[in-house]
């Protein structure tokens, strides 16, 4: 729990590219035990990431976009009718080692 008393998950993402495919994979592990598998582009101009993942007649769309020391990111899944389902939004501090 975090000092507001919401939820805290730890997510770990494993990335690398597929030339053949000309995309990235990624495979998303989550510290409650759920894990997924997506498939992203990269726009170099906007600094940004875009993945998508479909399952089970719902699609989930992730945005990440890298900006001076931050990573600002949105998760908006849809069903079948293209209704938002699920929408989270946050934005990760780059630790310097």
Known sequence: MS??????A???TLMTFDKKEGRYRMWS???DGAT???AGKWDEKKRT???TRRD???TTTTTATFLD??????????NQSNDVVGNLKGTNTIRKQ
């Open 29 to 31: 592990f989550i510290s």
């Open 36 to 38: 997924f598998e997506s």
């Open 56 to 58: 089970g007649g719902m």
């Open 3 to 8: 000092a507001d008393g919401n939820a805290v």
């Open 49 to 51: 990431m875009t993945s």
């Open 10 to 12: 730890k997510i770990t």
């Open 69 to 78: 020391g931050r990573e600002e990111w949105t998760i908006v899944t849809t």
